[in-house]
């Protein structure tokens, strides 16, 4: 069964988001928050992480820090996504030291090497991507379908699907086997809302999960 996991927008108003992640959070199961700021100050995304951490774990939400598995530690989130860029030359066995016994999730792009290197090296998920344009950033690498389906059947480590999934165009990925769909705009910019824009992701993964429901 796929999970929702939910990204922040990259840039966020730390006085006024906690609410609007609190609606979307409140408006039905999501797995995971990772706050990814880019281009914020370091001090700005420490106020962001102590002003949207209680929000998501009062909710049994996991936590998740882009980039920064150091903030990660540090401020008690439940672990990090890091891309390719971001590990250190110890790799994912460095930031797998690093974040103990949180959680650790590797962009591996449109890799299956790079990905069953990360799973090997101690990931808790892959991240596969981008599958559809998407708007949110400059996505460096387009993944088909077949390698969602190809990870579930060979691999245990969870898989992540992102890049321009909305409720129209995920039920292939929900049939492949993702166990995360992770979007910003999907629900970000949903024209009634977050929390509108939770349901319209679980209700399209619901009926992709159970087509004659
Ligand atoms: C769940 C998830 N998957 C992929 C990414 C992309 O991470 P990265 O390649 O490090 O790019 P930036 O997000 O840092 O621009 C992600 N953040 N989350
Ligand atoms: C953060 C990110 N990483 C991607 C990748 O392909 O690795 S695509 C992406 C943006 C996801 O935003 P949206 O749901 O609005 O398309
Ligand atoms: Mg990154």
């Given at each position: 069964m796929s999970q929702l996991y939910l990204v922040t927008p990259p840039r966020i108003e730390v006085a006024t988001f906690p609410d609007a992640l609190a609606a979307a959070l409140d408006a039905g199961p999501v797995a995971c928050v990772q706050l990814r700021l880019k281009d914020a100050a370091e001090d700005e995304v420490r106020r962001a992480i102590d002003a949207l951490r209680p929000v998501a774990q009062a909710r049994d939400v996991a936590f998740l820090v882009n980039d920064r598995a150091d903030l990660a530690v540090e401020l008690g989130c439940d672990g990090a996504h890091l891309g390719q860029e971001d590990?250190?030359?110890?790799g994912v066995a460095a930031a797998r030291r690093m974040l103990g016994g949180l959680s650790l999730g590797v962009t591996c792009h449109s890799s299956r090497h790079l990905a069953m290197e990360a799973a090997e090296a101690g990931a808790d998920y892959v991240a596969f991507g981008a599958f559809f344009p998407t708007a949110t950033k400059q996505a460096k690498t387009r993944a088909e379908v077949d390698i969602i389906a190809w990870w579930a059947d060979v691999m245990e480590v969870p898989c992540v699907a992102i890049g321009g999934i909305t409720p129209e165009n995920c039920a292939p990925l929900v049939e492949a086997g993702a166990d995360f769909l992770a979007v910003v705009g999907a629900v970000w910019n949903h024209p009634d809302g977050p929390a509108a824009g939770v349901r319209a992701m679980l209700a399209a993964m619901t009926l992709a999960e159970n087509p004659k429901s």
């Open positions: 590990l250190g030359p110890g």
